[in-house]
């Protein structure tokens, strides 16, 4: 598979990225501008193998930096930029990462770690890429290129976040992780693809997708954060054909004026995926209808385990599955690690694709395989007769109330389809009758006249559509419910508030 260097050379002057702020990167200036950072990265001595924190908000330098890092063969670690000091101090500590990359943005943060860190902002840094980005000659490595890898930190469920880490084998300067072949396989990536990024590149889907278009010669548009109108322009100004959501996007972007949404043209657009977190059916009908048959799907996660993925019809046809898989082996197995058939209800797990370790966390990584040596990433689902996966949970969140399991996914997808709800949480609190309550956590979508007239229209909702022991004994109302940057519902910080209060 190619790689930017490639490109640098076949294609020099077309763009290959345009950042937040409107900076345009040709292939040549972004090629440049990497492999000059990647020889100062070696003059300070960091060698192959080692391990680089990146922290930085969206801009042209967060994709110079990382070309750099994985020439160079590093592992590099990208660092939520919304965390607090201990929160940082604790992954750079824990990945064993040699120097700290951040801007002047997170100058103060970066000058209290206890390791070296470079300011990309700083004047000296300033000057390298100026002058890299107006050479007009190719800037030649003065080093062996080798492929490095990503090194994501999990926020997981429990505990504090961990490292997924690979054996750094020697791989060929330009060989693509699996996913790369992945996303050019299913979603038809080449020279003439747009991508539009409208999430941070330090979650694993939005970076594994801008460094895959990038390989494969897509180019690039990046938003500095996700504003509903501002993404419709943004398609419409760049003829943007591919993008990635999470589904509160595609709840915001139905949230607009008709008036809004039938303002801009949107025809450039062939494929639009959704991925990291569960989309309720009624929301994606809904998008199906607006936006046509271009609707995707995967699922899969930091680990890179295994993918399941299907399209617009497939969905249609198997209405809340998340595919087929795609990459690696597909298992549901019991407690005991036996697998079941079709439409039996067990942990998911995937086999074939190369092994992973929980960085420092023997404990964790054990519990992540089973003894045929399949891992899971702790969801729960089935396979129906036709080998398309449905998730019914994660194991971690599953309610067993007077030893009945609940899924609160199914609640969730449910709820969030009332129009009057934002956004929706579904947790077990402790009962001391039945062991675990229902109780759910609603944002609601505007003023609320009534607090308890509204709850009442939710639970008499719920109970129209759900049996009784499913839906919430309890209902709070919160202005806005935690969420990660890629979508992720922090349900963990959700129940401390609710246990604390």
């Not at 964790?364 to 007769?385: F, H, Q």
């Not at 077990?428 to 759910?440: D, H, K, M, T």
Request: with cysteine; charged share 20%; aromatic share 8%.
């Amino acid at each position: 598979m190619p790689h930017i260097h490639d490109h640098a050379h076949s294609m020099p002057d077309k763009i290959a990225m345009v950042a937040p702020d409107g900076q345009a990167l040709s292939w040549k200036m972004l090629n440049n501008a990497s492999i000059a950072f990647a020889n100062a990265l070696n003059s300070r001595g960091i060698q192959p193998g080692r391990v680089v924190s990146l922290m930085m908000e969206n801009r042209a330098e967060y994709m110079v930096v990382m070309w750099a890092a994985l020439r160079l063969g590093l592992y590099v670690t990208p660092i939520n930029w919304h965390l607090k000091f201990d929160e940082v101090a604790h992954i750079v500590e824990d990945s064993d990462s040699v120097l700290l990359i951040s801007s002047a943005m997170h100058r103060q943060l970066s000058a209290k770690m206890a390791l070296p860190f470079v300011d990309i902002d700083e004047p000296a840094m300033r000057d390298l890429f100026d002058s890299a980005l107006a050479s007009e000659a190719h800037i030649v490595p003065e080093f062996e290129q080798k492929e490095g890898q990503v090194m994501y930190y999990s926020s997981g469920t429990t505990g504090k976040p961990k490292g997924i880490r690979r054996p750094m084998v020697e791989r060929q300067f330009g060989t693509p992780p699996a996913v790369d072949t992945f996303i050019s396989a299913s979603y038809g990536i080449d020279d003439n693809t747009v991508y539009l990024s409208p999430a941070p590149m330090y979650h694993a889907a939005p970076l594994n997708w801008c460094l895959a278009i990038l390989r494969l010669g897509g180019s690039l548009i990046t938003l500095k954060k996700f504003e509903p109108e501002s993404f419709l322009a943004n398609i419409e100004r760049y003829g943007v054909t591919h993008t990635q959501l999470v589904p509160t996007m595609f709840v915001r972007l139905l949230s607009l004026p008709d008036d809004i949404r039938l303002k801009y043209d949107l025809s450039s657009l062939k494929i639009a995926v959704h991925a990291a977190a569960p989309c309720a059916p009624e929301i994606k009908h809904q998008m199906l209808n607006w936006w046509g048959m271009i609707i995707h799907e995967y699922y899969g996660g930091s680990e890179s385990n295994g993918v399941t993925a299907l399209g617009p019809q497939e969905w249609i046809d198997h209405p809340g599955s998340v595919g087929k898989v795609v990459l690696g082996n597909l298992h549901i197995c019991d407690e005991q690690g036996n697998e079941l058939g079709p439409n039996k209800t067990g942990t998911v797990y995937f086999s074939g694709l190369p092994d992973f370790e929980y960085y420092k966390d023997p404990v964790k990584t054990r519990e992540a395989y089973n003894e045929r040596g399949y891992s899971t990433l702790g969801d729960i689902g089935y396979i129906d007769d036709d080998g398309f996966l449905y998730l019914t949970d994660r194991r971690a969140f599953m309610i067993v109330s007077g030893g009945v399991n609940i899924y609160p996914q199914e609640i969730e997808n449910l709820l969030i389809s009332h129009p009057g709800i934002a956004d929706v949480a579904v947790l077990g609190l402790p009962n001391p009758e039945f062991g675990e309550e229902v109780v759910a956590v609603i944002e609601p979508l505007g003023a609320v006249d009534s607090e308890l007239q509204f709850v009442e229209e939710v639970s008499a909702f719920c109970r129209s559509k759900l049996a009784g022991f499913k839906c919430p004994r309890r209902i709070f109302l919160q202005d806005a419910l935690p969420r990660m940057p890629n979508g992720k519902l922090l349900k963990r910080t959700i129940k401390e508030q609710l246990l604390a209060s």
